[in-house]
């Protein structure tokens, strides 16, 4: 699966992990004290929906396109608020042209405190998102391989913080190493929240991934899946999962009204399905969601 994310931005992944994402950082800033969000797996930043890679795919069509098409309830639009608020600050004209990446998205949402560190390892996409964030105080943006952040750069200093684990899952192994990597960042950072994202596709290992997981015996684990369309005839991306340490305690009640609207709203055919379940932790049950 080669997955340079200009290609995808803004698709119907993309509207779960980074809704999700934008819930976590303002959960965070309830309390007055800084933290830090660690983006492993940075890419750009900020990426052109007008541009001949995303007109090629045309992914974001059927991802924030379909999204901001007609109203949203107001339990729905409530939740997504932050996340909707920098899509339209990045676009306050009437076409939708611009899309923010994690780095950009968060740092959007910080406060003068708060503080980022992404990584990315591509040389051409590094260049990119240094000048995006250049002369930026709050903002750190290295160089290196982001597997190797979740050593080296944990326990960030704040002792408060969100990592994103977004891995373009382009070799094989990748959910075998997205397990072992929590297991590094955790015995690091016990305290944090980290939020893992993975692709759902035919014939990818979710069981196996979702036990290797629960071996970690991590206390509270919840996970969120939502597909768009049946695996059955497609070896592409057909739906993607995360993963979230330490929640916030008001995430699951959140997800279960979200993810039934995604689940309608981005649905590609009678087969779209959504679940929230904790993998472990308050009520480790599996359930879809209607």
Known sequence: MNYRHIYHAGNFADVLKHAVLARLVTYLQQKEKAFRVLDTHAGIGLYDLSGEEAQKTGEWRDGIGRLLEGDLPAPVAAILEPYLATVRELN???????????????????????????????????ETLHRLFDGDFQSRITELDGWLALGAHL??????????????FEIEGE???????????????????????YPLKKNAP????????KALEIPKMLCAELSVRSDRETT???GSG???????????????VLLPFLKTRLGQDRFASARCFWLRGEEATTRGLD
Request: charged share 25%; glycine share 8%.
């Open 242 to 256: 995360l993963i979230i340490v330490n929640p916030p305690f008001t995430l699951k009640a959140e997800l279960e």
């Open 155 to 168: 326990p960030p200093k704040e002792k408060r913080g969100l990592i994103l684990v977004d891995p373009p």
């Open 206 to 213: 979710i069981k196996a991934f979702h036990e290797a997981l």
């Open 92 to 126: 306050p004209g009437p076409e939708l042209t611009r899309y923010p990446g994690s780095p950009k998205l968060v740092r959007m949402l910080f406060r003068p405190q708060d503080r980022l560190s992404a990584m990315e390892l591509h040389p051409d996409d590094y």
């Open 236 to 238: 592409g991306l057909s």
């Open 175 to 197: 959910y075998e190493r997205l397990a072992d990597g929590l297991a590094k960042g955790y015995r690091r950072f016990a305290g944090g929240t980290f939020c893992l994202w």
